[in-house]
Each structure stands twice: as structure tokens, then as C-alpha cells.
């Protein structure tokens, strides 16, 4: 017997434990029986589930799967593949394969270079595309769009913008790509890790109603992490497709680009009320918001001019905005000379020269050191000075009314009176409207625009966006007369009918000096408007087509008792007779007498003996009482008896003709009898059975092709 102060389990040649040992050892048996415990439990849970699976489980699997087979093969004929409903979803096939995919390609195909472009022959122009007004869809959007839509709006918009944006890179092989900002829908609103993203007090009652109750949900449900996942959504759309367009750019061009740091007032904010750790945030996922470029020996520079717009708010003298505008307005001061240092390094470039500064390796003394003669990039009057470009996202000032021109889709140009040839002004319904509200203003204010305008120099062309829609307009001579474009959004979702986007064409030959060549074309930059499908034309095809489906489904349900047309739906599966008088027999040729061949079901006879024999009898009883005469008496087949085959009225017999018991017969005719030769005559469809045909025809077909055309659809989906 064990020690009280024991285990019980230890060796009898081994010393007492002392109490700190049978402590352990109490805790370790503890944890021990615990163990066994949940093993024990978890292998009685697999042995039932193993005896479960060994029994019923594997007799129903083991049904399901025979019945399964057996619908397979019943389908995999070719009268079934080859019928109407099939022949029908491919029709869809097709269409759907037109509308996803295939439109796409068409359009951007329309757009190729060379057919709009008109250089010199032999030139080599560097190809650029402007992008708008992306504007990912995210919970800012529709706030109030139930769960199954909201999700739904994203994934087909998402889907547009991939498609279009593939074949840009596919077909057309830009050399460089700009984005002009509105690259999230509701960016600003989004908190980072760390900042105050609350509404300034000065700013309360701002918002519209029906934001303003979301800002509490959206605050705790979408922070830092939420932005993240819109960042990789936004570069699984256009950076990950960015290499279909090719490794190399084209002929005599330096390289490939894309640059999407031009900020929206989506992304920001606008004016005063600009999220400043948004814009933090956007600096360092994007790149600099204010930056010169030069790309095919034009000057490109990038103005956030929703931050520059706090610097002409009418709060300016209520509130320190100088952390918003102060950014922009120090990259205006200086861009002339950034201008002209990134134009000489391009140069150089060109020239095979170092595109970089060089200074003397040697020591001074700080205090006598000269700093007045120091190596520089910018050589003032000296330096090559590119045509310019001027991006913004919002759109220069111009006179309320200004017409936008022909291509703008919301409305078309006025109609000049007879004997004009001017475009009607103002014509208010083309132009874009001269207005501003929370967080958004159409156009910059006029000091803004002059500002940017002489600030930069040289300005040829501006492009914006946020409008959505196109406008095209040449300034006034205090904006130094630049013909500006508002690109179109290229989302399907911004209230436009049809997308696009901006094709541009640069081609300025230079010499070593960064001049223009003799010679060279006087424009140095030819554009293009691109039209992408419209996608509610597209659902409008499958409406269309979805309707006249159903109606020919419909028409040919009913032609096919009419016609005696090969039913689609299968007849279904023939189970054991339980009933112990047949409905019909199978007759062959040359019968001359016989019998009935009668077997009981097993389970009728086992489940029900009496109230089957019962009934049998009385039924037969009528039978015979009914046909007199004409009565065959329910005996077995005498063959069988002797061990032969069934004979020539044996049930189960598949040859021959059927023929039915018409049961009415022996109540409508009191003789047994008519002229159709009483109740023996061919078995024929009443019209119960043909309404239930067609029915059952109208729903097998148009089931059929409504799943199929369904998953196709959800396949294309799934691909993007």
C-alpha cells in the first residue's frame, strides 16, 4: 500500500517523495487524468462518426452518388447537349463574352494611335494617356445601399475599370500614364494611425444630413488598416496591370511611367477643410503632390491645387490655414528654376553626359569658404525651357456659361441662331457650373488660376478633371489664352453614361541645346478623346435578350405537344410498382390469351397485407363484375409457374405496346363497352398531362439556361 503522501505510481526501490514532490506530482496526475479524458472523449466522437459513415452515412453517400451517375448519364447525351436550351446558352455565351470582354477590346482598338495621329513621317512621338477620376468605390459612396448592392457596386465597377484598363495597356502601349487625382471616393475620410481627422468646430454642420450620420460608424469601423486594403485595391486595378503594356517604351523614348500623385479633393478634401495627416499619408504612398516632370521634351507640373485653394478661402482670416496652402504656394515660388534644372538634366541625358552636379574634391575653412560660385543645374536665361504642361485636379476659372464644346455628354452645345457661326455664349447648360460645397468647388478662383498660370510660365495646355465629363476651352489673355481639357472619369460609376479617358501624342525634336529643330512641328502635342463601352447599354442587351428568352422557352413549351418536338425535361425515374393491379400492360404481337403476371411489391405486402389483399380483391371483384364476359381472371402465368420466361402479358416487359385500364369505362358504361372498344384502348395524354407538360417543359428549360448563364456570368465576374 502506497504512502498517504504518495502517488501511488512511484518505483518500490525509490526514496519517499518529500511534499514539494507529491505536490508536483498531484498536479502533473491532475493535468494527466484530464488528458485522458479529452481523448477518451474525442476517440468515442470518431468511432461513432466512423460507425456512422460505415453505415447510414455510407448507404446514403453511396445513393446519392448512384442517383447522381445516373442523372449524368441521362444529361451527357448528345440529343440532350445538343438540344434548343443548350444552343440557347451559348447564344449567351457569346453575348456575355461581347459585353465582359470583347467591347473592351474593340473600343480601345478604335482609338489606336495611328488613326488619329498626324506627324511627320518617320517621327517618333512620346504616347501618353491621362486617367481621371478613378474613384474607387468604398462605404463613403452609397451609404445607405443595403449589403447584397453595396458589395455588388464595387465588384462591377471594380471589373469595368480593370477591363478598360487592360486593354489601354494591351492595345495601346502607353509610354507614360498620369492620373489626375480622385483616386478613392472617400479617402479623406478615413483616419490614419495617427492625427485628429474630427470636423474643425468652426466646420460643424457642414456636412449633408445623410453623411453626417455615418461619420460616428465610419470613424470606428475604417482607420489606417481599412485605407491599406483601398491602397492594395487601387494598385490591384492599375499597377498590377501595368506590365501588359510592355517592359520597353517606344521608338527614341527614355523609358516608361506612371505617376498617380495628383490628389483630389476625394482624397484630401478641399480648401480649408483638407485633412493635412491625409495628405501626409497620401505624400508618402504616392509621391510628392507638387512635382515637375518632363516626359517626350515637355515640362509636366503637378499643382495640388485643392491644398493652394485654402490660401483664397474665405477663412484664411478666421483660421491658420498656412499648414494647408503653405506647401503649394512655397512650389510656386521656386518652380521656374525647377523647371529649368529638370530640363537641363534631360539634356544631358540625351547627350550621354553625367545628369548630375560635380564638385571639386578639396578642403576649406568654413569661414573662408566661397559659396557664390557653386556648381548648379539651373543656368537662368541659358537654360532649355520645354513646352509646359499644367496639371490640377480642378479645373481652371472661366466665365459662368463658358460652352465646353461638342464632346461634352451631358448636354450638347446650344444651336446658334441663323447666320452664326459662333458657338452660343454663355450656354449654361454645356458649360461647367460655377459653384462650390462641402468639400468639393467646380472650378479654382480667379486669383488661384492667374496665379498658377504666371507663376509656372510657358503653360501651352492645363488638364484637369473632377467634373467627370469632358470640356475642352481655350482661356481668356489674363490666363495667357492655354487651352485646357477636362478629362473624362474613367469609372462607370460617376454619373456619366459613357467613360473615357485622354489620349495625348507629344513629339518635340530638340538639338543639343535643348532647342526645337528646324523644322519641327510648331504644335508639339496632339490629343484625343477615347470612349470606353457603355454599361448600361450592356445591361440593357441582357434585359433584352433575358426577356426574349423566356417568351421563346415559353413558345416552344407549348409547340412541343403540338408538334410532337423531343421534350427537353426527362421523364422522371420509374421506381417499383407498389400497387398490386397495374395501370398498364405490355402486350406483344400474336397474344392470343395469357394471363396476369401480378409480383407484389415486397414493401406493400410486408407493410400492408390486409389493406392491400382487401383492396385487390374488391378492385378485382369490380373488374370482373364490370366487363362480364370480357373479364380475365388474376391468375399467375403458367409458364413462370414451371420456371419459364414471362409470357406474352408478363409484367415488366418493355416490348410491345401499352395499353390502359381505363377505370372510368366501368362507371360511364353500365355494358363495359363502347365504340372505342370499351375500357381497352391506347394509352393517350388527357389534357391534365398536356398543361403538366408544357409546364414542366417551361420550367426544366428556362431553369437550365437561367443557372448556366448565372455561373458563366459569376466566372466572368470572379476573373475580373
Excluded at 92 to 116: I, K, N, Q
Excluded at 411 to 435: C, E, L, Y
Aim: hydrophobic share 35%; charged share 20%; net charge positive.
Amino acid at each position: 500500500m502506497a504512502p498517504p503522501y504518495s502517488n501511488g505510481y512511484g518505483y518500490s526501490s525509490s526514496p519517499l517523495p518529500t511534499p514539494s514532490y507529491d505536490y508536483n506530482n498531484r498536479s502533473n496526475g491532475d493535468f494527466q487524468s484530464i488528458c485522458d479524458d479529452i481523448f477518451s472523449s474525442a476517440r468515442s466522437m470518431l468511432d461513432r462518426l466512423a460507425g456512422y459513415a460505415n453505415g447510414r452515412r455510407r448507404q446514403t453517400a453511396w445513393s446519392l452518388a448512384r442517383k447522381g451517375i445516373q442523372q449524368a448519364r441521362r444529361n451527357m447525351t448528345r440529343r440532350r447537349l445538343l438540344s434548343f436550351p443548350h444552343l440557347l446558352v451559348a447564344l449567351w455565351v457569346l453575348v456575355m463574352l461581347w459585353g465582359e470582354r470583347w467591347v473592351f477590346a474593340s473600343r480601345v482598338r478604335s482609338c489606336d494611335w495611328d488613326h488619329w495621329e498626324d506627324w511627320p513621317a518617320g517621327a517618333t512621338p512620346h504616347r501618353l494617356i491621362f486617367v481621371a477620376d478613378p474613384q474607387i468605390i468604398d462605404p463613403h459612396s452609397y451609404p445607405g445601399r443595403p449589403w447584397p448592392l453595396n458589395p455588388l457596386t464595387v465588384v462591377i465597377t471594380d471589373n469595368y475599370m480593370r477591363r478598360a484598363y487592360k486593354q489601354l495597356q494591351k492595345v495601346l502601349h502607353p509610354d507614360t500614364v498620369f492620373f489626375l487625382g480622385d483616386l478613392f471616393d472617400g479617402g479623406r475620410e478615413w483616419k490614419t494611425r495617427q492625427g485628429n481627422f474630427d470636423d474643425p468646430a468652426w466646420a460643424k454642420g457642414n456636412r449633408p444630413a445623410d453623411e453626417e450620420k455615418y461619420i460616428a460608424e465610419w470613424h470606428r469601423k475604417y482607420g489606417e488598416e481599412f485605407w491599406l486594403q483601398e491602397y492594395a485595391r487601387f494598385g490591384n486595378i492599375f499597377y498590377d496591370n501595368w506590365y501588359l503594356g510592355g517592359v520597353d517604351p517606344g521608338p527614341g523614348q527614355r523609358g516608361r511611367k506612371l505617376i498617380s500623385s495628383l490628389p483630389g479633393n476625394h482624397d484630401l478634401g478641399f480648401g480649408a477643410e483638407v485633412k493635412v495627416p491625409a495628405r501626409h499619408r497620401f505624400n508618402a504612398y504616392f509621391g510628392e503632390t507638387n512635382r515637375v516632370d518632363v516626359v517626350g521634351n515637355h515640362t509636366f507640373v503637378s499643382v495640388d491645387t485643392v491644398s493652394l485653394s485654402a490660401g483664397t478661402s474665405s477663412m484664411r482670416d478666421r483660421v491658420d490655414l498656412e499648414p494647408i496652402y503653405g506647401p503649394a504656394q512655397e512650389f510656386l515660388k521656386s518652380v521656374k528654376a525647377t523647371k529649368r534644372r529638370a530640363a537641363e538634366k534631360e539634356v544631358l541625358f540625351w547627350k550621354g553626359a553625367v545628369d548630375d552636379l560635380a564638385f571639386d574634391h578639396k578642403v576649406e575653412n568654413l569661414s573662408t569658404a566661397d559659396f557664390s560660385d557653386l556648381p548648379t543645374m539651373d543656368l537662368k536665361e541659358n537654360a532649355p525651357d520645354f513646352p509646359t504642361i499644367l496639371l490640377t485636379h480642378v479645373p481652371l476659372y472661366r466665365d459662368p456659361g463658358t460652352p465646353c464644346g461638342p464632346l461634352r455628354e451631358h448636354w450638347p452645345p446650344a444651336k446658334p441662331p441663323k447666320g452664326q457661326t459662333t458657338p452660343v455664349i454663355p450656354d449654361p447648360r454645356n458649360a461647367i457650373s460655377i459653384s462650390h460645397g462641402y468639400q468639393y468647388q467646380n472650378v479654382l478662383s480667379p486669383e488661384d488660376s492667374v496665379r498658377l498660370i504666371k507663376s509656372i510660365g510657358n503653360v501651352i495646355h492645363a488638364f484637369s478633371g473632377d467634373d467627370h465629363d469632358y470640356c475642352e476651352l481655350v482661356h481668356t489673355p489674363d490666363q495667357e489664352s492655354v487651352r485646357e481639357i477636362t478629362v473624362k472619369s474613367i469609372s462607370m460609376a460617376m454619373g456619366v453614361p459613357t467613360p473615357g479617358f485622354q489620349m495625348v501624342s507629344l513629339y518635340n525634336p530638340i538639338d543639343e541645346r535643348g532647342n526645337p529643330l528646324p523644322g519641327s512641328p510648331k504644335v508639339t502635342l496632339q490629343t484625343h478623346l477615347c470612349l470606353l463601352p457603355q454599361q448600361l447599354s450592356t445591361f440593357m442587351t441582357y434585359a433584352v435578350l433575358g426577356v426574349l428568352s423566356v417568351i421563346i422557352l415559353i413558345a416552344r413549351a407549348f409547340l412541343v405537344p403540338v408538334l410532337n418536338l423531343e421534350p427537353f425535361a426527362l421523364d422522371p425515374v420509374q421506381h417499383a410498382v407498389s400497387a398490386v393491379l397495374p395501370i398498364f400492360k405490355a402486350k406483344a404481337e400474336g397474344d392470343e390469351g395469357g394471363g396476369y403476371d401480378v409480383k407484389p411489391s415486397g414493401t406493400s405486402s410486408s407493410k400492408f397485407p390486409s389493406a392491400r389483399v382487401s383492396a385487390a380483391r374488391t378492385r378485382g371483384q369490380s373488374l370482373s363484375n364490370g366487363l362480364g364476359p370480357h373479364a380475365r381472371a388474376l391468375s399467375p402465368n403458367p409458364s413462370r409457374a414451371k420456371g419459364g420466361s414471362p409470357g406474352k402479358w408478363g409484367w415488366g416487359q418493355n416490348r410491345g405496346p401499352r395499353i390502359e385500364i381505363r377505370r372510368d369505362a366501368y362507371y360511364d358504361n353500365n355494358n363495359g363497352s363502347d365504340r372505342d372498344g370499351g375500357p381497352w384502348r391506347p394509352a393517350s395524354r388527357s389534357r391534365r398531362g398536356t398543361l403538366g407538360l408544357v409546364g414542366r417543359e417551361m420550367w426544366t428549360t428556362c431553369w437550365r439556361v437561367a443557372w448556366m448563364v448565372l455561373l458563366f456570368f459569376a466566372y466572368l465576374t470572379y476573373k475580373g
